[in-house]
């Protein structure tokens, strides 16, 4: 069965520093994978999707995440944290021909000053 | 342009109502999925809509249930509600391409609190 498990509940930096959200999926096939993100009392907006091709996909915000299936990981990275960046980060997988998505639990990221 | 919009945004309800909450996707998006975001977790899904079929259902009873209107928005009703029913419950919008997977936007969601 197709999952997706972020093993960080809830990480914290300080402004400025680097970051690495962790996300392992299993799943058959060829994934198609994303990251979202969630503001407090704020909708799901997508930061990056892989597809195919390039294995380091770009994001919004600054945000960079690898594929790597011998890892099956998709690790959300950002090299400077800024405190706006404090959030829910979820990460997900495409599955399954009615094309719903497979969700992590999350984490929870908070920036100190 | 207006981007996915969910009605109401809060609402309560005791036990054993009926609950309706509304969604309008983007302009020219023609499919609407609904998911469910318990406290502290991540979404699930609870159905898919496409030209006003269902082309998806999740684990969910029947008392839940859906239907997309002509213009594209969707309602997602829930009958009987129980107090595990409380949640944030998110619509997304999205094009129909024949690939696998697509990009799906979110609304800010309805928050459900059933007591």
């Known amino acids: 069965a197709q999952s997706v498990t972020q093993p960080d509940i809830h990480i914290t930096v300080s402004e400025g520093a680097s970051l690495e959200l962790r996300c392992n999926y299993s799943?058959?096939?060829?994934?198609?994978l994303f990251w979202y993100v969630q503001s407090p009392g704020q909708g799901l907006q997508l930061l990056l999707k892989?597809?195919?091709?390039d294995t380091l996909v770009q994001g919004i915000k600054g945000f960079e995440a690898e594929f790597k299936r011998s890892q099956s990981s998709f690790n959300l990275r950002k090299p400077s944290v800024h405190w706006s960046d404090a959030a829910e980060y979820f990460c997900a997988v495409g599955a399954g021909n009615n094309r719903k998505l497979i969700w992590g639990l999350g984490t929870s990221l908070a920036v100190n000053p | 342009d207006a981007g996915v919009t969910q009605s109401p945004t809060h609402l309560i309800k005791t036990r054993g109502q009926h609950v309706t909450l509304r969604c309008s996707p983007i302009?020219?998006?023609?499919?609407v999925s609904w998911y469910q975001q318990v406290l502290g977790q991540g979404p699930q899904f609870i159905f898919q809509y496409y030209e006003k079929e269902e082309r998806g259902r999740g684990n969910f009873p029947d008392r839940f249930s859906a239907r997309q209107f002509p213009n594209y928005s969707s309602e997602l009703n829930v009958n009987a509600l129980l107090l595990g029913d409380s949640a944030l419950y998110l619509c997304?919008?999205?094009?129909?391409?024949?690939?696998?997977?697509?990009?799906?936007?979110f609304g800010p969601g309805t928050r459900l609190t059933v007591t």
């Open positions: 892989y597809f195919s091709g």
């Open positions: 302009s020219g998006h023609k499919s």
């Open positions: 997304a919008s999205s094009t129909f391409t024949s690939g696998p997977i697509y990009e799906q936007y």
């Open positions: 799943y058959g096939a060829t994934p198609y």
